[in-house]
T-cell receptor, first 112, second 115 residues
């Protein structure tokens, strides 16, 4: 069964450093998403992406964040200068025909 | 998206049916009911969705009341692996495209399956 994959599973970085989180969505899906979940809190929507551009973004998705689909399979989230409060699980998702979303296993980002 | 209300937590014995309610009294005619769950530290998992008819798949059944103001997710034979937070989300689904539909997760129902 096709699934969304994410790498790495855990990323540790120092404050101020840039990180890139990677995702491979399900191959025939066209809409892609990033969400984050701070420990103990709700899953929060960050951004959606379609046809090589951002479709929607939340207030959380400020200028420190960017997304890209560099090739036909990968979808990335870049955080330019990480802050302590960026520590969270980051989930990638892609959307099926019935608008159901399939999530990856997540990347745990720890900013020290 | 219509607001939903779910109980904070529920217990169910292993092997029994788990019935998770959701109220969505302000649902619009073109809004679907979606259910997701999140097992501890994993990514949310899509379970099922419906508009007005009852739906069943390999994971669960979804019963939507005739007035569509509430629904129940049924896990027919709950196992310990079904312990998770279950989210009821109401939103428009436009099959012909359009809409970026980032999901809004509430607090959900923490379902605990007891051995």
């Amino acid at each position: 069964e096709p699934e969304v994959t994410q790498t790495p599973s855990h990323q540790v970085t120092q404050m101020g450093q840039e990180v890139i989180l990677r995702c491979v969505p399900i191959s025939n899906h066209l809409y892609f998403y990033w969400y984050r979940q701070i420990l103990g809190q709700k899953v929060e929507f960050l951004v959606s992406f379609y046809n090589n551009e951002i479709s929607e973004k939340s207030e959380i998705f400020d200028d420190q964040f960017s997304v890209e689909r560099p090739d036909g399979s990968n979808f990335t989230l870049k955080i330019r200068s990480t802050k302590l409060e960026d520590s969270a699980m980051y989930f990638c998702a892609s959307r099926g025909l019935a608008h159901e979303q399939y999530f990856g296993p997540g990347t745990r980002l720890t900013v020290t | 998206d219509a607001k939903t209300t779910q109980p904070t937590s529920m217990d169910c014995a292993e092997g029994r049916a788990a019935n998770l309610p959701c109220n969505h009294s302000t649902i619009s005619g073109n809004e679907y009911v979606y259910w997701y769950r999140q097992i501890h530290s994993q990514g949310p998992q899509y379970i099922i969705h419906g508009l007005k008819n009852n739906e069943t798949n390999e994971m669960a059944s979804l019963i939507i009341t005739e007035d569509r103001k509430s629904s129940t997710l049924i896990l027919p034979h709950a196992t310990l692996r079904d312990t998770a937070v279950y989210y009821c989300i109401v939103r428009v689904a436009v099959y012909s495209g359009g809409g970026a539909d980032g999901l809004t997760f509430g607090k959900g129902t923490h379902l605990i399956i007891q051995p």
